[in-house]
């Protein structure tokens, strides 16, 4: 072979190397997640976890009854791309016995642990979260099987969790001298109400001034005390959430600076429920955290034509 073949023969070999390397193969198609079996609220088997060689950080070992709750919104579970969405976050809730029940606990009511019950046809059992044991997971365990079967939350309870974690970043707080004027009331109230107050679902306070008011200046409270319809419709429990109500007024007019000039209890059915997003005047009232509302120039507007924050009243 000439000097000009055998180099001809070199450069195609170098040039075909060259185009090997710039031209890439199209990787492969990832592997889905079944939208049909994984979803807000879908409960992870902690056994799904250890096979596929996932890991999560724990304060304590999970208990045998203790469930991981996927809390992550449905489309990112989903999510086409895993170096988009790589994680998924879970709740972890633990099982407590009966006498562990706290109403304070319930709908929300503090944002940094929950109670709910998990009602089966052979059981009801009680479970806590603590908002620090929130923790996140490989999104590609969920490859490897499909959510607990024998442990399955319901709507309710699923949107309640979605919304209480996310109102753990989005609440909002009142001034500090209105804080520090019902701290201790606060405590006597979460006291009070351990015991009966999962009959309450949202307390509202909507204040006359959101300055940090002087000594010599007052701070006038619209109440309202939100409850379920059931609840309204049972005189019994009605009583009983009536004079929850009144607890909580006395003890807020007991404070030095505070008055609480009007409030009731309502059913939530009775409570506007329109929301918008770029209108905060618009009533945005969504069952299940203690709220306050902002204030007007009158206090005496009604109470759907007010903006709903969080207002927690057991620190």
């Given at each position: 072979?000439?000097v000009?073949g055998?180099?001809?023969?070199?450069?195609?070999?170098?040039?075909?190397a060259?185009l090997?390397?710039i031209?890439?193969?199209?990787?492969?198609?990832?592997?889905l997640i079944?939208?049909?079996?994984?979803r807000?609220?879908s409960?992870?088997?902690i056994?799904?976890?250890?096979?596929?060689?996932?890991?999560f950080?724990?304060?304590?070992?999970?208990?045998?009854?203790g469930?991981?709750?996927l809390?992550?919104?449905d489309?990112?579970?989903?999510h086409?791309?895993y170096?988009?969405?790589?994680?998924?976050?879970?709740?972890?809730?633990?099982?407590?016995?009966?006498?562990?029940?706290?109403?304070?606990?319930?709908?929300?009511?503090n944002?940094?642990?929950?109670?709910f019950?998990?009602?089966?046809?052979?059981?009801?059992?009680?479970y806590?979260?603590?908002i620090?044991?929130?923790?996140?997971?490989d999104?590609?365990?969920?490859?490897?099987?499909?959510?607990?079967?024998?442990?399955?939350?319901?709507?309710?309870?699923v949107?309640?969790?979605a919304?209480?974690?996310?109102?753990?970043?989005?609440?909002?707080?009142?001034?500090?001298?209105f804080?520090?004027r019902c701290?201790r009331a606060a405590?006597?109230?979460?006291?009070?109400?351990?015991a009966?107050?999962?009959?309450?679902?949202?307390?509202?306070?909507r204040?006359n001034s959101?300055?940090?008011?002087s000594?010599t200046?007052?701070?006038?409270?619209l109440?309202?005390?939100?409850?379920?319809p059931?609840?309204?419709?049972?005189?019994?429990?009605?009583?009983?959430?009536?004079?929850?109500?009144?607890?909580?007024?006395?003890e807020?007019?007991?404070?030095?600076?505070?008055?609480?000039v009007?409030?009731?209890?309502?059913?939530?059915?009775?409570?506007?429920?329109?929301?918008?997003?770029?209108?905060?005047?618009?009533?945005?009232?969504?069952?299940?955290?203690?709220t306050?509302?902002?204030?007007?120039?009158?206090?005496?507007?009604?109470?759907?034509?007010?903006?709903?924050?969080?207002?927690?009243?057991?620190?």
């Open positions: 072979m000439s000009i055998r180099w001809s023969k070199t450069f195609l070999e170098l040039l075909s060259s090997r390397g031209v890439q193969k199209s990787p492969p198609t990832p592997i079944p939208h049909a079996d994984w807000q609220g409960v992870i088997p056994q799904l976890i250890t096979s596929a060689q996932g890991s950080t724990l304060s304590h070992p999970l208990e045998p009854e469930l991981i709750i809390i992550t919104q489309c990112d579970i989903v086409h791309s170096q988009a969405e790589p994680y998924v976050e879970a709740l972890i809730a633990r099982p407590l016995p009966p006498e562990r029940h706290n109403g304070n606990l319930f709908y929300g009511k944002p940094r642990q929950l109670q019950v998990l009602n089966t046809p052979s059981s009801a059992q009680l806590a979260v603590n620090h044991e929130k923790t996140k997971i999104r590609k365990v969920l490859l490897a099987g499909t959510p607990d079967t024998n442990a399955r939350l319901d709507s309710i309870t949107d309640l969790l919304r209480w974690t996310a109102k753990r970043y989005t609440r909002a707080a009142f001034p500090n001298e804080n520090e701290r405590r006597r109230i979460g006291d009070r109400l351990k009966k107050s999962d009959l309450i679902t949202g307390v509202f306070l204040l959101w300055d940090e008011l000594a200046e007052n701070y006038e409270v109440l309202y005390v939100t409850a379920l059931e609840t309204c419709n049972d005189q019994a429990k009605e009583e009983t959430a009536l004079s929850l109500f009144a607890v909580i007024e006395r807020l007019n007991d404070c030095n600076g505070i008055q609480v009007d409030g009731t209890l309502i059913a939530e059915t009775e409570v506007s429920l329109r929301v918008s997003k770029n209108d905060l005047q618009s009533p945005i009232f969504v069952p299940g955290i203690w306050s509302l902002t204030s007007h120039p009158s206090i005496s507007r009604p109470i759907d034509r007010v903006f709903r924050i969080d207002f927690v009243i057991a620190w």
